[in-house]
């Protein structure tokens, strides 16, 4: 079966800090993979979205980046940390077959910036 | 005008009654949707999904699409306190690979 792993689970960084949080898929091959963020009590902003190796799609302008070095491995980047990026940052996969799929969602990394 | 939106709620309904959770869609070409649970800290976890006209029915869920009036809701019936959460619902979109999500709707169910 198919399982994602998400982590840091928990982290506090001091504004202008970087940032990189990990995401991998186990059990597929060449999934879809996401980065989604929720600010409190919001709804789930699309940040990022690959299709394959090196392939990025960048929803919102940010100072924030991704990159996917290996096939299952999909890893979130910031330089320089804002206050506004703090919230809770999910990792997604799917392996969409025409129009049909699922996606299923890691634990989340909830990220505060002070 | 958002993609997919949801009344944000609260929804509060007794334990045992029905509960129904509406959403719309501005994007005509969409042709699948999903209806996702989420606990307060914790991350979304799939309930149901629908990809054609009518109803889908899973236990006590029940989905219905009406693609004509762009149209996606979820029935929970016999609810229970432990269904108390936020249901978000999401379209995949026709022109990407990805899924647009709404703001989420709180569900409350009083025992």
């Known amino acids: 079966s198919q399982t994602i792993h998400q982590w840091p689970a928990t982290l506090v960084q001091p504004v202008g800090s970087p940032l990189s949080l990990e995401c991998t898929v186990e059990g597929t091959s060449n999934p879809n993979l996401y980065w989604y963020r929720q600010a409190a009590g919001r709804g789930l902003q699309l940040l990022f979205y690959s299709v394959g190796i090196g392939q990025i799609s960048s929803e919102v302008p940010q100072n924030l980046s991704a990159s996917r070095p290996q096939d299952r491995q999909f890893i979130l980047s910031s330089k320089k940390l804002l206050l506004s990026d703090s919230g809770f940052y999910l990792c997604a996969w799917t392996s969409w077959r025409g129009l049909t799929g699922e996606l299923f969602f890691g634990e989340g990394s909830r990220l505060t910036v002070l | 005008q958002k993609e997919v939106e949801q009344n944000s709620g609260p929804l509060s309904v007794p334990e045992g009654a029905i509960a129904s959770l509406n959403c719309t869609y501005s994007?005509?070409?969409?042709?699948?949707f999903f209806w996702y649970r989420q606990y307060s800290g914790k991350s979304p976890e799939l309930i149901m999904s629908i990809y054609s006209n009518g109803d889908k029915e899973d236990g006590r869920f029940t989905a219905q699409l009406n693609k004509a009036s762009q149209y996606v809701s979820l029935l929970i019936r016999d609810s229970q306190p432990s269904d108390s959460a936020t249901y978000l619902c999401a379209g995949l979109m026709e022109y990407g690979n990805k899924l647009v999500f709404g703001a989420g709707t709180i569900l409350r169910v009083k025992s």
């Open positions: 994007d005509r070409g969409s042709q699948s």
